[in-house]
């Protein structure tokens, strides 16, 4: 709800395939990353409570790192993955919980989508949970890289279709290139629809 109010101030983002969010099941939520409102965004959009994966230093900025601890997020220490973390997601997700990542490892500097890192291929390969792609655009305009006050703009949310992940108790480095490779061009897609 705090999420919603504050996004009211800036101009609440529109939503498009709000229908593919599981109602009920676990899923992996894997967004591109265009701000650091982008967390708060899909809080208040999702109807689902989210569980992110957030890099440790999103915990120490104002305003931003209470909400998203509030809101549960695990920190990840390191862009090569933090196991602690990966573990607490996996016990997550099987408890019927939704976990968020921007698999970028960050915001983006120039708004241009940046390779994904594959962890949450891996989370989702492990679980054998849909992952949700969503593309999130107008947030940069809103609030730029290196600005803490956000001002008025047009965000929009385009989610889509869950893709279904087989479980696999053996993970080789293809299965996640394959499907990072494939979650990309999809994020991209959906990016092209905003």
Same mark, same amino acid.
């Given at each position: 709800? %705090?999420?919603?109010?504050? %996004? ?19 899923? +992996?939520?894997?967004? *591109? ?43 990840? !220490?390191?862009? $090569? ?5 990966? !573990? ?9 919980? =939704? ?17 994904? %890192? ?7 390969? !492990?679980?054998? =949970?849909? =992952? &949700? ?8 305009? &809103? ?7 956000? /001002? /008025?703009?047009? @965000? /929009?949310?385009? +989610?889509?279709?869950?893709?279904? +992940? ?6 080789? /480095? $293809?299965?996640? #290139?394959?499907?990072? #490779?494939?979650?990309? $061009? @999809? =994020?991209?897609? %959906?990016?092209? *629809?905003?």
């Amino acid at each position: 709800m %705090l999420c919603q109010c504050l %996004l009211k101030l800036v101009g609440y983002p529109s939503v498009l395939g709000r229908e593919h969010i599981p109602s009920k099941s676990p899923f +992996i939520l894997v967004a *591109n990353h265009q701000s650091i409102l982008d967390p708060l965004v899909l809080m208040a959009c999702i109807p689902r409570r989210i569980t992110f994966l957030a890099a440790a230093y999103i915990f120490k900025i104002p305003l931003v790192g209470q909400i998203v601890r509030a809101g549960g997020a695990l920190p990840v !220490k390191s862009q $090569k993955g933090d196991l602690a973390s990966m !573990k607490q997601a996996l016990s997550q997700l099987s408890r019927g919980g =939704v976990i968020g990542i921007f698999p970028e490892g960050g915001v983006s500097m120039d708004g241009q989508m940046r390779p994904f %890192l594959p962890g949450w291929a891996y989370l989702a390969l !492990k679980a054998g =949970v849909p =992952v &949700v792609p969503v593309a999130i655009s107008g947030t940069r305009q &809103v609030l730029p890289v290196g600005k803490y006050i956000p /001002r /008025r703009g047009k @965000i /929009r949310v385009s +989610i889509g279709e869950p893709l279904y +992940i087989e479980k696999k108790s053996r993970i080789h /480095r $293809k299965d996640l #290139d394959q499907l990072n #490779d494939e979650m990309m $061009k @999809i =994020v991209s897609r %959906l990016m092209g *629809n905003n």
